[in-house]
């Protein structure tokens, strides 16, 4: 049957982007929370293919990405990610509520946080971006950052977005194949 898994990450926005560009980049990254925010483009990688939803309407993204995510469920599904339990999962969850859409249910110990696993949980900051990760595994980037998700939103490059969120997909999926294939997978909390 193979290995059940899907790869997701989410591209999010302030839900106001007056003044947005003009505050420091501290002060921007305290706005991309679920209060604040919303969610403009949602990856899931499954089989090798990537699925990105976007458009205007986060509602029926969200729709959508539940969706997607009942298609595959199973008992041995694993959700994997990166910084997935800290940001991505909690920011849909949220949003879900917000926008009075069911979820899926699902247990933490389904989700795989790649970000936990290669810091062996350490306690604390962990060192180590994603696009970090990327130059370990060889995986050239075009110079985007998340940091530029807001503003090629505003100038409504939406193309750029799904580029950039396929390449994370792409690279999340590699470390997920290097983690299990080096055990790294297997580390557990307790």
């Not at 059940?4 to 921007?28: A, H, N, R, S």
């Not at 458009?55 to 298609?71: A, I, P, Y």
């Not at 069911?102 to 306690?123: C, G, M, Q």
């Not at 530029?148 to 939103?153: E, G, T, V």
């Amino acid at each position: 049957m193979g290995e059940q898994y899907f790869v997701l990450d989410i591209e999010t926005v302030p839900l106001k982007l007056e003044g947005y560009f003009d505050l420091p980049e501290e002060e921007q990254k305290k706005l991309l929370n679920p209060i604040d925010s919303k969610a403009v483009a949602i990856g899931v990688r499954v089989g090798g293919q990537s699925i990105i939803i976007q458009g205007e309407d986060e509602r029926k993204m969200l729709q959508d990405f539940w969706w997607e995510w009942r298609k595959v469920q199973s008992p041995v599904l694993q959700v994997v990610g990166f910084n997935i339990t800290h940001f991505d999962i909690p920011f849909l969850v949220t949003r879900s509520f917000v926008h009075n859409v069911p979820i899926v249910p699902f247990t933490l110990k389904s989700i795989i946080d790649l970000r936990e696993k290669v810091n062996a949980y350490r306690h604390g900051p962990s060192r180590g971006t994603l696009k970090e990760f990327a130059g370990i595994l060889g995986i050239e980037m075009d110079g985007t950052d998340g940091s530029d998700i807001a503003r090629l939103h505003a100038e409504g490059n939406h193309q750029k977005i799904k580029e950039y969120l396929t390449t994370d997909l792409d690279i999340t999926e590699q470390m997920y194949k290097r983690m299990r294939d080096t055990n790294i997978l297997n580390i557990s909390r307790w």
